[in-house]
């Protein structure tokens, strides 16, 4: 037999970890339409989109037909920073301000609050003691300029980089714009016209773009949600689509071979891994830095069931806190998910206490070997289910179908290790 060895330390092993299962549970949301503050599931949202996440923890959230941007603390606290739920585009501070169908929300390292207001056509900003600007936008329009001179055609998405420069997914022009920590409004990429012309500045060409982001070195990400299409913008304004093939679909493959369905949020880790409000499909989609796609979280199936098997309603907005949980604005169930990795394994086994998984591919007999006695063998398909148990070292997998699974090994004195297997 043609044996594929995982020599696998201590430290090969917490990258593995990184593949454990996923469990969604409810931050903050009843699940009816309203705009209570409170805690937890006592608090109420009425179609959140956008969401961001501070340093602290913090989230903050788009409330679209509330009007409202809120706040929940790390231990579920919902308020509103700003907003006073009727609406228009009034600056002030706190609730005297006001707010048209707000979509998309980001937060810089100050902790100031950035808010595509998309019926108002601007981009808001809110200081930390809610005070509320407009950064730039006026009317309905496409200019390029400074402040309240530019314009802007329903923006959705919003994002900031660590220099405090803030993009925007200027969706009804089909462009992508980039402001100035002074305020000044230039288009990175676009033309302008429909299409899904990889090129660069306004040689490229996106369809309604919606979601946003961008990673430390300035590349932009972009979900370009009529085109079913991750794209990618260099700080230079050279496009490329990252993944996505164009047709609707929830494949899950690499590069142009996954497909998407009507993407919106996007938000990237510090690893770069880049995760997907995949608003049809009902998932939220992962993509790693190599154009992986993989799916998350959901079933497929609307509904707002929590667990390993859980199910959104139509996932608007997202984000990623610095210990990689992720956050969802689970637009139609008015709730606002948190994604977090289910402990199917630990890093107790011994730096010398070897263990061999063999062939990686599997196709009919995965083989374990470990120099210690095995108490239990668990296999898991990605969605944390656990599909296979048993208590000997070589498993039967003929009936599993292709794909990945996690395969945790415990041995009889409690030590465990969970080990990424692909079935083909």
């Given at each position: 037999?043609?044996?594929?060895?995982?020599?696998?330390?201590?430290?090969?092993?917490?990258?593995?970890?990184?593949?454990?299962?996923?469990?969604?549970s409810t931050l903050a949301g009843s699940g009816t339409a309203g705009s209570t503050d409170g805690t937890?599931?006592?608090?109420?949202?009425?179609?959140?989109?956008?969401?961001?996440?501070?340093?602290?923890?913090?989230?903050?959230?788009?409330?679209?037909?509330?009007?409202?941007?809120?706040?929940?603390?790390?231990?579920?606290?919902?308020?509103?920073?700003?907003?006073?739920?009727?609406?228009?585009?009034?600056?002030?501070?706190?609730?005297?301000?006001?707010?048209?169908?707000?979509?998309?929300?980001?937060?810089?390292?100050?902790?100031?609050?950035?808010?595509?207001?998309?019926?108002?056509?601007?981009?808001?900003?809110?200081?930390?003691?809610?005070?509320?600007?407009?950064?730039?936008?006026?009317?309905?329009?496409?200019?390029?300029?400074?402040?309240?001179?530019?314009?802007?055609?329903?923006?959705?998405?919003?994002?900031?980089?660590?220099?405090?420069?803030?993009?925007?997914?200027?969706?009804?022009?089909?462009?992508?714009?980039?402001?100035?920590?002074?305020?000044?409004?230039?288009?990175?990429?676009?033309?302008?016209?429909?299409?899904?012309?990889?090129?660069?500045?306004?040689?490229?060409?996106?369809?309604?773009?919606?979601g946003i982001t961008v990673d430390v070195s300035g590349n932009v990400y972009v979900a370009d949600s009529?085109?079913?299409?991750?794209?990618?913008?260099?700080?230079?304004?050279?496009?490329?689509?990252?993944?996505?093939?164009?047709?609707?679909?929830?494949?899950?493959?690499?590069?142009?071979?996954?497909?998407?369905?009507?993407?919106?949020g996007i938000t990237i880790d510090d690893a770069g891994n880049i995760y997907v409000a995949d608003y049809?499909?009902?998932?939220?989609?992962?993509?790693?830095?190599?154009?992986?796609?993989?799916?998350?979280?959901?079933?497929?199936?609307?509904?707002?069931?929590?667990?390993?098997?859980?199910?959104?309603?139509?996932?608007?907005?997202?984000?990623?806190?610095?210990?990689?949980?992720?956050?969802?604005?689970?637009?139609?169930?008015?709730?606002?998910?948190?994604?977090?990795?289910?402990?199917?394994?630990?890093?107790?086994?011994?730096?010398?206490?070897?263990?061999?998984?063999?062939?990686?591919?599997?196709?009919?007999?995965?083989?374990?070997?470990?120099?210690?006695?095995?108490?239990?063998?668990?296999?898991?398909?990605?969605?944390?289910?656990?599909?296979?148990?048993?208590?000997?070292?070589?498993?039967?997998?003929?009936?599993?179908?292709?794909?990945?699974?996690?395969?945790?090994?415990?041995?009889?004195?409690?030590?465990?290790?969970?080990?990424?297997?692909?079935?083909?």
């Open positions: 037999m043609n044996k594929l060895f995982q020599k696998m330390s201590l430290v090969m092993v917490l990258a593995f970890n990184l593949s454990e299962a996923q469990v969604v937890e599931t006592i608090a109420q949202f009425n179609n959140p989109y956008g969401v961001a996440v501070d340093a602290s923890g913090n989230v903050y959230v788009a409330d679209g037909t509330n009007n409202k941007i809120r706040k929940i603390t790390a231990t579920g606290v919902v308020t509103t920073l700003a907003g006073s739920g009727t609406a228009g585009s009034i600056n002030a501070t706190g609730t005297e301000a006001s707010f048209n169908s707000p979509t998309g929300v980001a937060v810089d390292g100050s902790g100031n609050v950035y808010v595509a207001d998309n019926y108002s056509h601007k981009i808001r900003k809110i200081t930390f003691a809610g005070v509320v600007t407009t950064l730039a936008g006026n009317v309905a329009g496409s200019t390029d300029a400074t402040g309240t001179s530019a314009s802007f055609r329903y923006p959705a998405g919003i994002a900031v980089d660590i220099s405090g420069n803030v993009y925007v997914a200027d969706t009804y022009n089909n462009k992508i714009r980039k402001i100035t920590a002074t305020g000044v409004v230039t288009t990175l990429a676009g033309s302008g016209t429909v299409g899904s012309t990889d090129a660069t500045g306004s040689e490229a060409s996106f369809n309604l773009p919606r009529k085109n079913q299409k991750i794209r990618k913008i260099t700080p230079l304004g050279e496009v490329s689509t990252l993944a996505g093939n164009g047709i609707n679909g929830n494949t899950n493959a690499t590069g142009s071979e996954a497909s998407f369905n009507n993407p919106r049809t499909n009902q998932q939220i989609r992962k993509i790693t830095p190599l154009g992986e796609v993989t799916t998350l979280a959901g079933t497929g199936k609307t509904g707002s069931t929590e667990g390993t098997a859980s199910s959104f309603n139509f996932p608007t907005g997202i984000a990623v806190d610095a210990s990689g949980n992720v956050y969802v604005g689970d637009t139609s169930n008015h709730k606002i998910r948190k994604i977090t990795i289910s402990n199917l394994g630990t890093n107790d086994f011994s730096a010398n206490n070897e263990i061999n998984v063999y062939p990686n591919p599997v196709k009919d007999v995965l083989n374990i070997e470990l120099n210690t006695q095995i108490k239990e063998v668990e296999i898991f398909n990605i969605l944390g289910q656990k599909i296979v148990s048993a208590n000997q070292s070589s498993i039967e997998t003929s009936g599993l179908k292709i794909g990945t699974y996690l395969v945790k090994v415990t041995t009889q004195n409690g030590e465990t290790k969970t080990v990424k297997v692909i079935k083909k």
